[in-house]
């Protein structure tokens, strides 16, 4: 048993905090660490498919490199085909012999041919390769909700129906098992510029209609609101209770938003490498921001749904940048350097604290597009610093939260005044270990953090860190382990309370074992 420290908090330290290891806390969903997919640049095509014929190594067509990789994230459930594809998605195009598919163009995204090779029986057999659970979105958009329901019942329906049936045809016997499917994406944009009133009205049927058949079990995902359009949140709320009720009705089980972090503005975003200084404290500024955001949105449903019965999603997150140059703009190509490895971390610190509501999260994008895990140039492959943060996070998944309380304010940074703590942190507890994750937002300086572990014994900590000198620094097909994790040393345990130096703009995790 650990005693808090006696000593009196530490003002040189950039965090000084406890964690109680016998109070957990809501459990982390793996959902948290969910991806993103959509048919936009070299997402699909390039980057997961490339056909049976190509010469880069494949297995039906989907690229056995990138496969290999992404298994080594336990990646928990993978969204598709959008995003706004997914609102002029129109799924019948993309089953049955690949042959007879139609050609449509992808006017979202580039205005290129779209041939419809990957579809939604390639897409299920990525599912398959990855072991990861299928998030569909659905066409609310441009779509009717009769294709939403044949959809849904193509994909999940077992026995003698019209949907099934065609499935069958298309040489696919047993239905699949689909865990989650969006109602709508971006509504209030892309989706159909609709207002609120409007998008729940569709929502309400289109989600009626996505029926569980059999013994699958949809989670339905109403699309909501752009960062903190609370009233977003609150009309779709109110389609499911009212104020004082106990018990949402059964119609949605989740609540989405989207939120991108970049320095600049919508029309400047900044470079993905190179940045000043400045455009470093503003993107973790914007970064950090998420956690005002979550909250809003859980008080909003909170107020609807005390118990937490519905969930709330972030199923678009990440850096966006100005695209590289002489990239195609529509491709929304961006290299990943280290500081897109620590805005992913500050929000997986932030997704810890708030995961009694927030259910789901999904990175955008996985493969060559936005904050992705990995960048291809044809048969080339390499892993981002946003891999290796998801990868050394991993622990975090379907693990207990241990919130992290500090004893004394923590370090910061004015940005334009604006304080920014420069140490973010989070821990959980699983399988009889303790992770402990820190993030090092000062690019500028090393910094201390000392965590009293109290209310069990732990020993034998095992820390690794992902660092690099310049928080612009990044992998290139030339110098693919540029920026990778190592072990960290300077790390003690004594008497149950743990230091750790942190280099200058870094991310390390602490694995303890806990006395049984
Ligand atoms: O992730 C890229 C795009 O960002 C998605 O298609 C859209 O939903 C969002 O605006």
């Known amino acids: ?58 297995v039906g067509g989907i690229r056995t490199d990138v496969v290999e990789a992404l298994r080594e994230l336990a990646i928990p459930n993978l969204r598709w085909p959008g995003g706004c594809f997914a609102d002029t998605y129109h799924w019948r195009d993309g089953v049955g012999p690949a042959a007879d598919r139609p050609r449509i163009v992808n006017t979202h995204w580039g205005d290129v041919v779209e041939d419809n090779a990957f579809g939604t029986h390639e897409f299920m057999a990525l599912c398959d ?58 509504p209030w ?25 059999g013994g699958n079990k949809l989670v339905r995902v109403a699309a909501g609101a752009s960062d903190d359009d609370y009233a977003w949140t609150e009309t779709l709320m109110q389609q499911v209770a009212k104020l ?34 400045d455009e470093y404290w ?4 914007k970064a950090l921001d998420v956690r005002r955001i979550i909250a809003g949105h859980s008080a909003v449903m909170d107020a609807y749904d005390p118990q937490a019965r519905i969930g709330l999603a972030l199923d678009e997150w990440g850096t966006w940048w100005n695209v590289e140059p002489g990239t195609n703009p529509g491709f929304l190509y961006q290299q990943n350097a280290m500081r897109d490895a620590l805005v992913a971390t500050v929000h997986f610190d932030a997704f810890h604290d708030h995961a009694r509501r927030l259910r789901l999260a999904n990175i955008a994008q996985t493969v060559n597009v936005l904050q992705s895990m990995l960048l291809t140039d044809g048969a080339r492959m390499i892993k981002t610093p946003t891999f290796h943060a998801f990868a050394m996070s991993a622990g ?83 110098a693919p382990d540029a920026v990778a994790p190592r072990p960290l040393d300077g790390v003690t345990l004594d008497g149950g309370v743990l230091t750790v130096q942190l280099p200058p703009a870094a991310f390390a995790t602490v694995r303890l074992t806990l006395a049984s």
């Open 396 to 478: 975090h998944h379907d693990a207990a939260g241990l919130p992290v309380r500090e004893r004394a304010a923590r370090a910061t940074h004015d940005v334009d005044g604006t304080a920014v703590g420069t140490v973010s942190a989070s821990a959980s507890t699983k399988d009889g270990a303790v992770l402990v994750s820190l993030t090092n937002l000062d690019p500028d300086a090393a910094s201390t953090v000392r965590i009293a572990l109290r209310g069990q014994a732990v020993s034998d900590p095992v820390a690794t860190v992902l660092a690099a000198d310049d928080p612009a620094a990044h992998n290139t097909f030339d």
């Open 189 to 213: 944009g892309c989706g159909g510029n609709l207002r609120a009133d409007q998008f729940a009205s569709l929502a309400r049927q289109h989600a009626t209609y996505a029926r569980d058949h």
């Open 1 to 58: 048993m650990t005693d808090l420290p006696t000593t009196a908090p530490e003002k040189d330290l950039a965090l000084d905090a406890v964690v109680d290891l016998d109070v957990p806390g809501p459990t982390i969903s793996r959902h948290l660490y969910g991806h993103f997919a959509e048919h936009l640049g070299r997402c699909i095509y390039e980057g997961f498919w490339v056909g049976e014929d190509s010469d880069i190594p494949n």
């Open 282 to 285: 503003a993107t973790m500024r």
């Open 129 to 186: 390769l990855l072991d990861t659970a299928p998030y569909i979105s659905g066409n609310v958009g441009s779509g009717t909700v009769q294709e939403t329901a044949d959809w849904v019942e193509y994909l999940t329906r077992g026995d003698d129906s019209p949907m099934a049936r065609l499935r069958r045809e298309h040489g696919r016997d047993e239905p699949w098992g689909v865990s989650f499917f969006g109602i709508g994406n971006e």
């Open 244 to 277: 004082g009720d106990t018990e949402p009705r059964d119609l949605w089980q989740m609540v989405s938003f989207h939120f991108y972090t970049f320095a600049g503005t919508w029309g400047d975003k900044g470079s993905a490498t190179r940045f000043s200084r």
